[in-house]
């Protein structure tokens, strides 16, 4: 409906210049996505988990996953091998997604040497590796929305709005996490609810620092923005600073993270200067 429609910035620390698609690229890399899934295996029902930071590529891999009715398992950047032996055994992902290297851990090495102990995981994909196992030789550099049966594998397994399109885990701070399965529909009835009584709507720009692999980042940062037709500004690790740069230079107006962020940015507004653009802070958590 808007294919020059400023969709997703993504900010990684320590570059200077943000990854930025339209409604259009974004559509034909999540296409790309989806077919270099399809590739390796996955169909509908598996389970790709990744392990990211507030990146680009985890807003592509979960369209992706929906257009071929895979599930996706965000899992948060801080857990390490115990956790991730329980979540992905649990969960019986095929897939992982990760960064090769983030915050000086090598997730590529730390996921390939739990591996062996986990049966169903296929496959270990490194947004950022060397060779043939990366996430672009796999899934984003070659052309695969251009194949010949890429038309039929998009359009034959979407899914119903009732199937399940998301599994996340609870913290286990009772025991072991629980794995919450989630369809489009418990996702979107929030979404679409929380959106309306915000008044939010296609001119917002919303700005997400909080982790996307909890849900506050996943539907509001991820989610939302699409539903809306609005754009997303990602931050990849939270810096008061920095945010508040974004907020200019990119002219957000809305923004969801718990009281430390609030706190943190508004000692940063008090030093630097206003961001005049920023019309709601939801704080929560």
């Given at each position: 409906h808007w294919p020059d429609r400023l969709a997703l910035v993504a900010q990684r620390t320590g570059e200077d210049t943000a990854q930025s698609f339209n409604y259009a690229q974004l559509a034909r890399m999540a296409d790309r996505v989806a077919i270099g899934l399809w590739r390796l295996g996955v169909r509908p029902a598996d389970v790709v988990a990744c392990q990211l930071p507030n990146v680009w590529q985890f807003t592509v891999l979960y369209l992706a996953c929906a257009r071929i009715g895979a599930v996706l398992n965000p899992l948060m950047p801080i857990f390490r091998e115990r956790e991730l032996l329980f979540m992905l055994g649990h969960g019986e992902a095929k897939l992982v997604v990760v960064l090769k290297d983030f915050r000086n851990v090598d997730y590529e090495a730390m996921l390939k040497g739990i591996q062996p102990q986990l049966?169903?995981?296929?496959?270990?994909?490194?947004?950022?590796?060397?060779?043939?196992?990366?996430?672009?030789?796999?899934?984003?550099?070659?052309?695969?929305?251009?194949?010949?049966?890429a038309a039929q594998v998009l359009s034959s397994h979407r899914v119903p709005?009732?199937?399940?399109?998301?599994?996340?885990?609870?913290?286990?701070?009772?025991?072991?996490?629980?794995?919450?399965?989630?369809?489009?529909?418990?996702?979107?009835?929030?979404?679409?609810?929380?959106?309306?009584?915000?008044?939010?709507?296609?001119?917002?720009?919303?700005?997400?620092?909080?982790?996307?692999?909890?849900?506050?980042?996943?539907?509001?940062?991820?989610?939302?923005?699409?539903?809306?037709?609005?754009?997303?500004?990602?931050?990849?690790?939270?810096?008061?600073?920095?945010?508040?740069?974004?907020?200019?230079?990119?002219?957000?107006?809305?923004?969801?993270?718990?009281?430390?962020?609030?706190?943190d940015l508004s000692r940063e507004v008090a030093a630097s200067g206003a961001v005049p653009s920023l019309r709601t802070f939801l704080c929560a958590g």
């Open positions: 049966p169903q995981l296929q496959h270990v994909v490194a947004i950022g590796g060397a060779g043939v196992d990366s996430f672009e030789a796999l899934l984003t550099q070659p052309a695969w929305e251009r194949d010949a049966d709005p009732d199937a399940i399109t998301q599994l996340i885990y609870t913290s286990g701070t009772t025991g072991e996490p629980k794995g919450v399965m989630h369809s489009s529909n418990t996702l979107m009835a929030n979404i679409n609810a929380y959106a309306e009584r915000l008044a939010l709507g296609r001119d917002d720009v919303v700005l997400m620092a909080s982790p996307m692999a909890h849900q506050t980042g996943f539907m509001y940062g991820l989610m939302m923005p699409v539903m809306l037709g609005a754009t997303a500004v990602l931050l990849d690790v939270w810096n008061a600073a920095t945010a508040a740069q974004l907020i200019r230079q990119w002219h957000c107006t809305f923004t969801m993270a718990s009281t430390p962020f609030l706190a």
